[in-house]
């Protein structure tokens, strides 16, 4: 929708050359994101082999990971996409202070599944003594993969929080916002991933 | 002029202000013609290092017993030795370089997508450059340019930097894959169609999806090694759990396209080089251009070929196999093309041409023993042995490296406003083609008579072939330092060329050479392909570029 929406602009403000600038950025970013996609699928590649090529899953001596705490933590995760989508649906519409609530809103959510993350790895390091390197390949795609999901969150959140900046300095207009349009594809991705790994660590 | 009417305004017309000062014009420049320069300019010193690795590996296969660097220094030469020729020196030389160069004139535009990410690409990659030579000084990788765990697990400190080191080229390399896409698929002039782009380009545009997507995977494969290496997590370690044999899937799942990734913009400096000095249109354009995209998607589903002797299942490796014979087909349609081209064309005997018909010859060779090897009987028997070093430098030397000093003698003119010495560029075919067939022919035999590679020493009935080797390897040296007296003596005393020596047609020789910052004074109207030379160019609104008027007037700044 978002990606649609940019071909024709109907907003004033914005002018020729910014349009065109807009859709090569739009490409660069999505370009980015197919890379980051790729990445991600390397290491989800990585486990899945060795997951197959060894003794059972989960390997002898480790705990099945605990889903319940975890869909919670993913419910969280996926309202925050919701919000985000929201905040661009408000600020296209000209609805500037729904948007900021709705960012802030995405933030909270965003550091609250950060958050959750944290609770988890803890709980996994101290109560079931689950390790990065010392838990085998258990511990090392688990926390390699999700650790990298959850930088991607970090940033993210980084990144959404320049944007409450920004907006409240007035950087973005009417026709050129092209900064949130990249914040919240970029949010999505993020989500989409976690779907994924989700369903490869605690589903199956 | 409606077309122009539409662009007024926009991209197309958008120009960078002119860079002052020699910092901004030649350092941290925006321009990706001066982005090109730096990147050849880099390539071609680290080419001189790892070249001097390459002649201290022949000095040490003179005697049978070796003797001329101890053992375990000779796996750390051959190792920093593939791996900076492969990321140091062929990919930027044919992305980097020549595509920032070349491909956005081609074009018909003003700079690339995303002028400051083409910088930043730049500047990552001398610094990983230095990364990789540096890993020296704490113990150089040993386990070859493919670093094959466990050996690589247990390597000196350096197998970390090394891992590091390939890693950020392969940032670099992305964000340029990025931007080449991009700038083809968006900023072409008004009129260049798809079917009408120089085919140069469309090696580009084959060559970047693979940037961008091969090489994040083994960014993935190297920050798992980097990992495992530094803080002990386990991936590769088999006891441990871990799986070397994964690593071989993710770095050739990399390491496959990239073959393509090193030969594909070498294929499309030849479809330039070829058209131009026969005088004749290319045959099959759109052959060439296809079969190059059919290359590039193919090549992501072979990669397993590489380990037919690793245990593989059985019923893997023959779709593996079957795959990459097919490759070949669309290989040979640009084999047969090139000919096809030669044929009855009046052909002009220059350097660039010598080095362009050098490649044909070379790659055809390289190409067929690639597919011996993809065949499994054939491979079990000669894998990890000289045959496929034989095979893979008729590849990578042979082609890629051919193509570059095709493309070097080609486009000097136009980098630097003077033709390089075409003399002394003669003795550097000659003695590089004899140089480079004399040392790596009789690799094939030996292969097949089982001589391993990456050993230090080797049985003493294969002396005399290696020596015989390793003189014209010397042989090919010289040839690489005529070569680069010849680029040093004509950048300031080189005859001057004009904007286009060579009569070609494509958009880069109707502008002055060098081009200004801002490229063409009005963006140009393409009416047609570049390659018909019966015909009156068709190009329309280039008949100011070559006279004193005076230069555009920018929209917008950076």
């Known amino acids: 929708m978002a990606v649609a929406s940019l071909a024709h602009d109907a907003h004033g403000d914005a002018d020729q050359l910014y349009i065109e600038t807009r859709e090569l950025r739009l490409q660069g970013f999505l370009l980015f994101l197919v890379s980051d996609c790729v990445l991600f699928s390397s290491f989800i590649f990585a486990y899945l082999y060795l997951r197959n090529s060894g003794q059972g899953w989960p390997p002898p001596g480790i705990h099945r990971l605990d889903v319940a705490f975890a869909a919670w933590n993913s419910v969280v995760l996926f309202g925050s996409g919701a919000t985000m989508h929201y905040a661009l649906e408000n600020y296209k519409h000209g609805h500037w202070m729904r948007y900021m609530w709705f960012l802030l809103a995405t933030i909270v959510l965003g550091a609250g599944f950060l958050g959750g993350q944290a609770y988890e790895y803890t709980h996994l390091i101290y109560g079931e003594h689950v390790t990065w390197s010392g838990s085998g390949i258990f511990g090392a795609s688990f926390f390699t993969l999700t650790g990298m999901h959850g930088l991607h969150v970090f940033f993210g959140v980084c990144y959404l929080s320049v944007l409450v900046l920004q907006s409240a300095a007035g950087v973005y207009t009417r026709g050129k916002y092209f900064g949130i349009t990249a914040g919240t594809l970029y949010w999505h991705f993020v989500d989409v991933i976690w779907v994924v790994l989700f369903s490869i660590f605690y589903l199956i | ?558």
Not at chain 2, 302 to 322: E, Y
Not at chain 2, 426 to 455: A, D, Q, S
Not at chain 2, 524 to 549: A, H, I, N, R
Request: aromatic content about 18%; some cysteine; charged content about 10%.
């Open chain 2, 1 to 558: 002029m409606a077309v122009a009417a539409v662009h007024a305004g926009g991209i197309a017309d958008h120009i960078h202000p002119e860079p002052q000062g020699f910092v901004r014009r030649y350092v941290f420049s925006l321009d990706h013609k001066i982005i090109g320069i730096q990147y050849i300019i880099t390539a071609f010193v680290f080419f001189m290092l790892s070249g001097l690795l390459a002649e201290a590996i022949r000095t040490q296969l003179l005697n049978a017993n070796g003797g001329f660097i101890a053992p375990d220094t000779y796996n750390e030469v051959y190792s920093v030795h593939g791996s900076a020729m492969v990321w140091l020196v062929i990919i930027p030389l044919l992305t980097g370089g020549f595509g920032n160069l070349v491909f956005p004139l081609q074009i018909g535009a003003r700079d690339v997508a995303f002028p400051w990410l083409n910088m930043l690409s730049f500047w990552i990659f001398p610094v990983a450059g230095l990364m990789l030579f540096s890993s020296f000084l704490m113990g150089a990788p040993t386990a070859g340019w493919m670093e094959y765990p466990p050996v690589s697990l247990q390597g000196a400190a350096g197998t970390s930097m090394w891992a590091a080191a390939i890693f950020l080229v392969g940032v670099s390399s992305t964000m340029t894959g990025i931007n080449f896409v991009v700038t083809i698929l968006k900023m072409r002039a008004p009129g260049m169609t798809f079917t009408r782009m120089p085919l140069f380009c469309w090696g580009q545009f084959a060559t970047a999806p693979l940037l961008m997507i091969a090489t994040t995977a083994l960014a993935a494969a190297l920050a798992a090694l980097f990992i495992e290496r530094q803080f002990g997590v386990p991936f590769y370690d088999p006891t441990k759990g871990g799986s070397p044999v994964m690593w071989q899937h993710m770095f050739w799942f990399y390491s496959h396209p990239a073959v393509y990734i090193m030969i594909l913009p070498a294929f499309g400096i030849i479809s330039e080089v070829l058209p131009t000095f026969a005088r004749k249109p290319i045959f099959g354009y759109k052959l060439i251009a296809f079969s190059s995209m059919a290359i590039a998607l193919a090549g992501f589903m072979v990669w397993a070929h590489h380990m037919f002797t690793s245990g593989l299942a059985p019923f893997l490796q023959l779709p593996f196999m079957i795959l990459t014979f097919a490759i070949g087909v669309p290989t040979g349609i640009k084999i047969f093309s090139w000919t096809a081209t030669l044929f009855g064309g009046k052909i002009h005997y220059t350097t660039a041409m010598l080095f362009a018909i050098g490649f044909v010859g070379l790659f055809t060779l390289g190409g067929i023993t690639g597919i011996f090897l993809a065949a499994i009987p054939f491979d079990l028997h000669v894998h990890g042995t000289y045959f496929v070093v034989g095979h893979l430098h008729y590849v990578l030397v042979g082609g890629s490296m051919m193509a570059v000093f095709a493309g070097m003698y080609y486009w000097f003119p136009k980098m630097s406003g003077r033709l390089l010495n075409e003399t002394l560029g003669k003795w550097h075919f000659w003695l590089f083609f004899i140089g480079f067939n004399g040392t790596f022919i009789p690799m094939h035999w030996l292969g097949v008579l089982g001589m391993p590679r990456e050993v230090a020493t080797y049985d003493p009935q294969f002396q005399f072939w290696n020596r015989f080797e390793s003189v014209f390897s010397y042989l090919m040296a010289f040839a690489i330092l005529i070569f680069f007296a010849n680029v040093l003596w004509s950048i300031r005393n080189g005859k001057r060329s004009g904007p286009n020596p060579w009569g070609a047609r494509t958009l880069e020789w109707q502008i002055p050479s060098p081009p200004h910052y801002y490229n063409f004074k009005h963006i140009p109207t393409v009416y047609g392909l570049p390659y018909d030379f019966s015909q009156p160019l068709p190009y329309k609104g280039l008949e100011e570029e070559l006279t004193d008027s005076p230069p555009p007037v920018g929209v917008g700044a950076h």
